[in-house]
């Protein structure tokens, strides 16, 4: 995010969609790309807070490449480039090395 630091509140995480054209291992079926898209996180809240108080820290973490729901996303644009937040629970699989 360049020179600009991006704090998401409570359990929303920031993802960089990958490109449209970008070759990667992971495909998701056509049928399905309506709902979900792949990217990777550049930022994350602390995390979620339950009622008495506690906070529940997120499992997904900056650089972390993930499949996320595009039902929940809520698209920024930042100096030109796009982002989309979602909720964690909007992250659906975070992908291994």
Do not use: C, W
């Amino acid at each position: 995010l360049r020179d600009m630091k991006i704090q998401p509140t409570l359990d929303r995480v920031v993802i960089r969609p990958d490109a449209e054209n970008k070759s990667s291992p992971i495909v998701i079926p056509d049928a399905y790309k309506k709902h979900s898209d792949t990217g990777t996180v550049v930022a994350v809240g602390p995390g979620k807070r339950f009622i008495n108080g506690e906070i529940y820290p997120p499992q997904a973490k900056v650089g972390d490449r993930v499949i996320f729901s595009r039902m929940q996303n809520l698209p920024l644009q930042i100096d030109g480039e796009k982002f989309i937040t979602v909720p964690e629970d909007g992250v659906l699989v975070i992908i291994g090395e």
